[in-house]
């Protein structure tokens, strides 16, 4: 269980560093433990006892760390889950179409609500080093995962979702898909 700074935390704004490869033993445990947090915020039992806020994904500036290591964990079906522990993320490229989640999004670092529709690419194509198996790796994704990762992303350059809600948005993507 890690410390979450809120989104009043300078740290949040600044842009986090990248991580020197071959990944040191501490910016990989520093991903575990990230990727551990979010297994046990997905726990019921624990989440209640700890009142942790159950999360899908979390980025090392969230947990006081200015690097550039996003953890994704998200269900997919019964007790499958996609996992994904990455260093140094870059979308390469992505979809002209957009996608937004009908109920918002929402932040472990974010503690008031933000009404509104966060408009994300559809599709990305990501390249980064993926820390569980030590290779870099290009990942094609689209709809729910696609939209997390964008999410983790935008944490590393000190980007919150709320900043990306606004009216001229709405104008400008009006085929969006709501997911
Ligand atoms: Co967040």
Redesign the pocket.
């Known amino acids: 269980m890690l410390k979450i700074f809120k989104d009043s935390d300078p740290l949040l704004r600044k842009r986090a560093e990248p991580v020197p490869l071959p990944i040191s033993a501490s910016d990989r445990n520093l991903a575990l433990a990230m990727l551990a947090h979010l297994k046990e915020s997905q726990d019921p039992e624990f989440a209640e006892k700890h009142k942790l806020r159950a999360?899908v994904?979390?980025?090392a500036p969230?947990v006081g760390e200015s690097k550039q290591i996003i953890v994704v964990h998200l269900p997919r079906g019964g007790n499958d889950r996609l996992t994904y522990v990455l260093a140094n993320p870059v979308i390469l490229s992505s979809s002209i179409r957009r996608a937004y989640l009908r109920s918002g999004?929402?932040?472990?670092?974010?503690d008031e609500p933000h009404e509104g529709h966060v408009y994300r690419h559809y599709k990305i194509k990501v390249k980064a080093y993926d820390i569980l198996n030590d290779e870099e790796i290009e990942i094609n994704t689209f709809g729910y995962p696609a939209i997390v990762l964008q999410?983790?992303i935008?944490?590393l350059h000190g980007v919150?979702?709320y900043d990306r809600i606004n009216d001229e948005n709405k104008v400008r993507y009006p085929d969006a898909l709501s997911l």
């Open positions: 999360g994904g979390l980025a969230q999004e929402g932040c472990l670092s974010v999410h983790e935008d944490h919150l979702f």
